[in-house]
DNA sequence: CGGTCTTTCTTGGGATACCGAAATGGGATA
DNA sequence: TATCCCATTTCGGTATCCCAAGAAAGACCG
């Protein structure tokens, strides 16, 4: 905060959790990161996120520590900068979850209780054709997660909400047809629907073509819009 | 430190990385915890570790949130202390290695050049049956994520080196005896060898029987040490 | 006028001051 | 003696302060 005119030192409080402001910090500035609200690659200054966030240094560093942790912020030498979206990363991320979430669908197979299929059924009807961009990429997200959790194995959850993170930003720059859209959403009723019928090897076969097809439908869109995306000025690195 | 006798503020004498004392803790600490130095489920204080490390709280509490990201420690309450051992996790991280595994060593054998397989056979020459304890710890967990390398997917080599990180400690519980040992030598030789022949399908069969089988024995052994793990004291949770 | 040296400013890394809450530890009391 | 209460300490959370390094901005010289 500023040095000067500065009120004597005035002690928070005393929220009800522990290392609140951190807390909120974090989670403030990790919204604001993967909303492209901060674009990738800015540089951010400890003093600027001071006066931003109304905290001290202390609760911000814990904050910028925290999300360096999550890869969503990293060092550029001494600085502090918002992690580029690499796009090179995007193969191997499709590799990477391919494995794991044909697991999951397998293991939701024999896991799942109706109620939890239940639920996630709920939240693909709540996201309707007409519903915000930001519903619908929420949702895209979130089914992946919900999946996972089915499977019952936290280490699948954690692994696979890690590259849905990592995917977010890459997916914000997707131009988004309604075509595309659709499909994304025959193919989540898809897998669900091969997991309440109990079939494990279609369920595995959709969420793998389901993540492949994802992966090529955002590659083409990103290097059709190539120009585009520069011109915005994000920096966004690694696609060939 | 001390806030009696206290030598004037003296400021450190600049290293030349950024925040390297913050590293130097958190490096030193987590190899503390990880060596079962600290033990599962100890109080942290930041003053202890003032002392300790001395350094100040900052870095400290730096190396702190760092580790809270590993799950090497952990809130209790407004308390920090070292993450428990869970060894209910067991069985839910061989079954979220299979699948990455036998993915890995699969890529491994359509990428991984010469030079880098010959590198992991180093490794594994390089431990021979009279190597201490640590050396055979230590290479047991580097072997896998070795081979995570070697499918080229540093999203495969993260999750693989969180999953070994995880199993460390546990696995120092265990009562080895040479024979097991000996067979994990063996299976690893074996995956190894499946992948330099380029021969995906046994590779992967082999590493998803090595992962079933240490997990096994590792289960076994603890169920019948658990008397003698309860005795060392240790805050370990979640054996069925 | 361009290049370079110097001064200044800014920033991150670290140390410490201070607060409130929780833990601790005696004694006093029933 | 068991229990409760209050003084004291300890601890984590936060704010601020100090330092050194490097970047930016001038100042100076050829």
Redesign the pocket.
């Known amino acids: 905060?500023?040095?000067l005119f500065?009120?004597?030192?005035?002690?928070?409080?005393?929220?009800?959790?522990?290392?609140?402001?951190?807390?909120?910090i974090h989670d403030q500035l990790r919204e604001m990161i993967l909303s492209l609200d901060l674009g990738p690659g800015e540089?951010?200054?400890?003093?600027?996120?001071?006066s931003r966030f109304?905290?001290?240094?202390?609760?911000?560093?814990?904050a910028?520590v925290r999300l360096e942790g999550e890869e969503l912020v990293r060092?550029d030498?001494?600085?502090?900068i918002v992690a580029p979206i690499d796009l090179g990363e995007l193969e191997a991320l499709a590799e990477f979850r391919i494995p794991l979430e044909t697991t999951a669908v397998r293991l939701a197979c024999a896991r799942a209780s109706e109620a939890d299929i239940a639920g996630v059924e709920e939240m693909l009807d709540a996201c309707q054709s007409g519903a915000p961009r930001e519903e619908w990429h929420r949702v895209g997200t979130d089914f992946h997660v919900e999946i996972a959790r089915l499977s019952g194995n936290p280490f699948i959850v954690k692994a696979i909400a890690g590259a849905m993170t990592r995917l977010s930003r890459a997916r914000w720059l997707e131009v988004w047809t309604e075509p595309s859209r659709e499909q994304a959403w025959r193919e989540h009723r898809r897998i669900l629907g091969f997991i309440k019928a109990k079939d494990p090897d279609s369920a595995a076969r959709e969420a793998a073509d389901h993540i492949t097809d994802t992966r090529d439908r955002l590659l083409r869109s990103l290097n059709e819009d190539r120009r585009g995306l520069r011109a915005r000025g994000f920096a966004v690195i690694g696609l060939r």
């Open positions: 905060m500023g040095y500065k009120v004597p030192p005035f002690h928070a409080p005393a929220r009800d959790l522990p290392m609140s402001q951190m807390l909120q540089r951010l200054t400890e003093r600027w996120l001071e109304e905290g001290s240094r202390t609760p911000i560093r814990a910028l060092r030498g001494r600085n502090w």
